[in-house]
């Protein structure tokens, strides 16, 4: 079964740093989604995309945080500067389109700030 | 938006039937319900989606009643690995109520 593909596994980075995150979807996926889940509660939207174009993000910290997805595939989520509140699991997930389809999450990238 | 809401965690023993409740008084007509699985640094896993009345697959069944208001996930003969979080988010066409995860329900099952 394809997988969503994520790296790094694990992160950690000092205060004040710039720490970026990549995502592979499964192919095929129009939809693309960035969650954050801090430990004991549910993920939360940061950002998704439909192709190449932003079409939530609400609830991302635009700050400090950033996201792309330049040629509709694969994504790159950045965080400049990192806070010790950034400290969470970073996942990534996709879908075939915006409707009913279920997502189809990676197993997320773990950061730790210091 | 279809706000959910589930209860924070239960305990069943290995090979009973597990049944987890979802409210959902809000859902819209075009909602569709979706339930996903947990594991520790894992990304959730689809389990099953619904509708409405019934739905069966390999691993689970969906039930949702007519009015729609509430759903019921249903694991048959649960083992130690069902050990996990379960979310059920509402949702539909083009829908992002259906992003958004509550805190989910931790089952625990017992030898």
């Known amino acids: 079964e394809a997988e969503v593909a994520q790296s790094p596994r694990y992160k950690i980075t000092e205060k004040s740093q710039a720490v970026a995150f990549w995502c592979d979807p499964i192919s095929g996926h129009a939809t693309l989604y960035w969650y954050r889940q801090i430990l004991g509660q549910g993920p939360e939207l940061l950002v998704q995309f439909q192709d190449e174009s932003v079409v939530d993000d609400s609830q991302l910290p635009k700050d400090r945080f950033s996201a792309e997805r330049l040629k509709g595939v694969d994504s790159t989520l950045k965080i400049q500067p990192a806070e010790l509140g950034d400290s969470a699991m970073y996942l990534c997930?996709?879908?075939?389109?915006?409707?009913?389809?279920?997502?189809?999450f990676g197993n997320g990238t773990r950061l730790t700030v210091t | 938006l279809a706000k959910t809401t589930q209860p924070i965690s239960m305990d069943s023993y290995e090979g009973q039937e597990v049944n987890i409740t979802c409210s959902h008084n809000?859902?819209?007509?075009?909602?569709?319900i979706t339930w996903y699985q947990q594991f520790p640094s894992q990304g959730p896993r689809f389990i099953i989606q619904g509708y409405k009345t019934k739905v069966t697959n390999e691993v689970a069944s969906l039930f949702i009643p007519a009015d729609r208001k509430s759903s019921t996930l249903s694991l048959p003969r649960v083992s130690l690995s069902d050990t996990a979080v379960y979310y059920c988010l509402v949702g539909g066409y083009y829908g992002n109520n259906r992003l958004a995860f509550g805190k989910g329900n931790q089952v625990v099952v017992i030898p």
């Open positions: 997930a996709s879908s075939y389109d915006r409707g009913n389809s279920p997502l189809h």
């Open positions: 809000n859902i819209a007509t075009n909602d569709y």
